[in-house]
């Protein structure tokens, strides 16, 4: 960028490498090269647009709603559940401003996933597969977390799963990051993360530093798993730390 009488020009190429072509004049050189020098999370990550189910009020309870011997906790198989003996399935569903881990609040009833307006049987393979999700809305920071195996999800709390936990965390810390929250600030300004906003975020996966990501990653879903978990509100609850 170069000043000629107070007025500043750059060149529109420079936005090319950016998704959606934004014209951002505002970021600098060395943010503008995170698109060419980063890989898409898509390419790194499966990242799907989650379930509808048409009639929330219908198909999902909160978990203490209903009896607890009616839901599949942490499950890895969907083929493998009775549905006739347990029909309730914990479900991501997005929820309020959280980093790492919790907002595990939601069950949905899959026996009667036939009568859903998008039920998303073609996504079986990662059904129950631990992985990511976040906060369909981001007024502030955006805010990615940690969720285990056994979940189902709902479009606003569309999933990114990997095939190596080493991914998972090292993705999920750098989600966790300023740096990833400007980024999704560009791509889409608006205040909704869209699945494909998430599925075009660059980053630098280098072995640079990456174990200590990983290790800090894994530390921080601990500290707000034990927190989540400290509450009754979270059906792992055991006691009250003060207790």
Excluded at 61 to 77: A, D, M, P
Excluded at 136 to 141: E, I, R
């Amino acid at each position: 960028m170069e000043s000629k009488h107070l007025r500043y020009e750059i060149a529109s190429t420079k936005f090319n490498m950016i998704p959606g072509n934004p014209i951002a004049y505002w970021i600098s050189n060395a943010f503008r090269n995170i698109f060419s020098m980063g890989i898409p999370i898509e390419k790194i990550g499966d990242v799907r647009t989650g379930i509808s189910t048409g009639k929330n009020d219908l198909y999902l309870r909160l978990w203490y709603e209903i009896s607890c011997s009616s839901i599949n906790f942490y499950q890895t198989n969907i083929n493998k559940i009775n549905l006739n003996e347990k029909k309730y399935i914990p479900y991501n569903k997005g929820g309020d401003a959280r980093k790492w881990y919790g907002n595990n609040e939601y069950v949905v009833n899959w026996s009667q996933h036939d009568k859903f307006h998008r039920s998303r049987p073609n996504f079986s393979d990662i059904y129950l597969k631990k992985g990511l999700t976040w906060s369909f809305v981001t007024s502030g920071m955006f805010s990615s977390r940690y969720y285990p195996n056994g979940f189902l999800w709902d479009v606003a709390g569309s999933p990114c799963v990997f095939n190596d936990d080493s991914s998972l965390y090292y993705i999920l810390g750098f989600l966790s990051t300023k740096i990833a929250s400007n980024i999704l600030k560009l791509i889409n300004p608006t205040l909704n993360c869209q699945v494909i906003d998430i599925q075009r975020v660059p980053i630098i996966d280098t072995d640079n530093d990456k174990d200590k990501v990983i290790n800090i990653s894994i530390m921080s879903v601990k500290k707000s798993k034990d927190d989540w978990d400290s509450f009754e509100t979270s059906w792992d609850f055991k006691k009250h730390p003060l207790i």
